[in-house]
């Protein structure tokens, strides 16, 4: 058997398991039909943007980003889409609330284009949340790039035979560096060994983290459990993409503990190993980046 699933279930988990199932080991089509699908990226973190920027050039689709819902639904005004990714957690007008506006107060040619959230949320009530307000699938962060591919033609392209990309073998390079934080091979094969699109991301991570660590400090120390939940939810994708070690259970552990307010004492430890593990993430990074270049 290739899945289960436990009764009672919802209808939604049972879709997804379908799609799993005969989705799986397919092969790329090459299918002019694609060629210049049009998307709509509705994210605020760079990181994110950049990876997805990357997979639409790949594929040959055309990309627009907007950094939050409200961005959005001005772009939706003046232009044309096949396909809307929605991130959930933005400011300003998050994705619930901007996917809730499109299908409600939008013109027939806009409130019939398919949704896909994309969201680095485990809550069960937040996958309700996104059929509630009328988004048609939803992909957890981090996602196999297959997965967003398949989801894609299946709302944007009926008539498109459902296909994923095929996986490239990424030869390891110059890896001349000993990692004992992070790991680099999720970031090679995401990728496609782009050297480009590497050393963005590495940069961006090296970048953004410290800003991201120190306001997750002030927020423990004023005992900010709603933000201090929201900048860990922020990190888990880039800390993945990276492969910062272990520390994906980490950020869950804090995010769980703040949203739910339970063992508070727990935190500060581990807000410290995620801010030394991390510390220690940026300085291998560095010299990952040189090898890289070299």
Known sequence: MNEYLSKPFEPHNLYEKIISVVTVNTVVQEDDNIEGLKALLVEDDLINQKQIMVLMKKWGFELDIADNGKIAIEKLKDNTYDIIL???????????????????????????I???????????????????VGMNEFLSKPFKPDDLFNKIIQLAKKDISVSATSDKTISEGKNISQRNYIDLSYLK????????????????????????????????????????????????PSVTYIGVKGMDKVIALIEEFAENEINLDKIPELVGHLQTTCDEAIKELKVEKKNIIA
Request: avoid cysteine; glycine fraction near 2%.
């Open 189 to 236: 094969k995401l990728s496609d060994d782009n050297t480009s699109f590497m050393l963005e991301i590495i940069d961006t991570f090296i970048e953004e983290t410290p800003e991201a660590l120190n306001k997750m400090q002030i927020f423990l120390k004023d005992e900010d459990w709603k933000s201090l939940k929201a900048i860990a939810h922020k990190m888990k």
């Open 86 to 112: 929605m991130d959930i957690r933005m400011p300003e007008m998050d994705g619930f609330e901007a996917a809730k506006f499109i299908r409600t107060k939008m013109d027939d040619s806009v409130n019939k």
């Open 114 to 132: 398919p949704i896909i959230a994309i969201t680095a949320s485990a809550l069960e009530e937040d996958k309700h949340k996104v059929y509630e």
